[in-house]
């Protein structure tokens, strides 16, 4: 879609973050809104803003886990604007446990809004995004739809459904030939509200000795790396050269740069979970890291010597770009064997 101008976008989860940025820069560009959140108080302030923008907004307070709602809104969009060609399945939260204390319940509601809220908009939009003539489908996925880490099972399940949902989506549309497109948005750590909105399951303080509010101070740390601002733009313009997938932030575009080190956020977040722990069980032979520490690298990849994920947070890029192994000496370092 070369242009937003007199388009009409649908959004949901728009009270916050990028949901809320991505009104904004639409209006900006002259695109008509049909916004929804389930917190009403906030989607009024962003419907203020970008009205500001002299568009046409309307706002709907919506739980995007409930299938006939999100259904009924779609009809009601078409309806309110005579039609509908954007749908960005953008709501979504955060769950930090780990999976074998994980309540079934938290399982639950974070697939019911992380993932099947991104079914239920993509059905139900899409008929009417045919109708429109020209459409696209924008649904968020996260970096952790591409790499899991520890004590993001569920998320990562969720965010990991939403990548295959959309990629499969998006090939079916391609061999139709259809007037409507998808892409698949993979944000790296963005400074919004999901850190403070998630929830942390108690079991983490005993796990690792930190309080829940310590794991939220630190998850948005963590997630201090890309503003939501910047972070709608570079949406916007992967919709523009209709990308299948888009890597937002320079830490999830690190993680599939050929050359680069894993997504520091990544690396950062198991060794978070790893730091006070006490020390792992020995990694056995097959999966041992074998680093032969002060080995210069000469493949343009990762360094050759670091054969498991482990390592690599020990890997850095030499003055002439090529990487070196140091000693992966800190049990900070552990990551769960799984992973290596
Ligand atoms: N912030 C990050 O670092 C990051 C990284 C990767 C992916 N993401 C994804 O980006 C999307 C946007 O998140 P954000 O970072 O802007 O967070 P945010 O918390 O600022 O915004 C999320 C919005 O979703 C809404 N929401 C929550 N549950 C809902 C429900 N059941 N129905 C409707 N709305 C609901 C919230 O009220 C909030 O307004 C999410 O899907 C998130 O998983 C975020």
Known sequence: MKSFKNKVAAITGAASGMGRTLAVELARRGCNLAISDVNDAELVKTAELASQHGVRVTVRKLDVSKRDEVYAWADEVVRDHGKV??????????????????????????????????VYGTQAFLPHLKASGEGHIINTSSLFGLMAVPTQ?????????????????????????????????HPGGIATNIANAGKVDPIMEKLTGQSVDA????????????????????????????????????????????????????????????????????????????????????????????????????????RAGRR???????????IYPALA
């Not at 997938?245 to 690396?267: E, M, Q």
């Not at 070196?324 to 552990?334: E, F, G, I, L, Y």
């Open 153 to 185: 099972g569920a998320y990562n399940a969720s965010k990991f459904g939403v990548r295959g949902f959309t990629e499969a989506l998006r090939m079916e549309l391609d061999m139709e030939g259809a007037c409507v497109s998808a892409t698949c948005v």
């Open 85 to 118: 060609n954007l749908i960005f399945n953008n709501a979504g939260v955060a769950l930090t446990a780990p999976i074998e204390h994980m309540k079934i319940s938290d399982f639950e509601w974070i697939m019911g809004i992380n993932f099947w809220g991104v």
């Open 215 to 318: 794991h939220k101070r630190r998850a948005n740390k963590l997630i201090n790396v890309t503003t939501a601002e910047s972070a709608a733009l570079q949406i916007l313009e992967a919709v523009e050269n209709n990308e299948r997938r888009v890597l937002v932030g320079n830490d999830a575009k690190k993680l599939l740069w050929p050359s680069g080190r894993p997504g520091s956020l990544i690396g950062n977040w198991a060794n978070w979970w790893g730091a006070g722990r006490p020390s792992p069980p020995a990694l056995s032979s097959s999966t041992a890291c074998r680093c032969t520490c002060g080995t210069p690298a000469r493949a343009r990849t990762t360094c050759p010597s670091c054969c498991c994920t482990a390592c690599r947070p020990a890997c850095t890029p030499t």
């Open 324 to 334: 070196r192994c140091r000693p992966n000496t800190a049990s900070s370092v552990w």
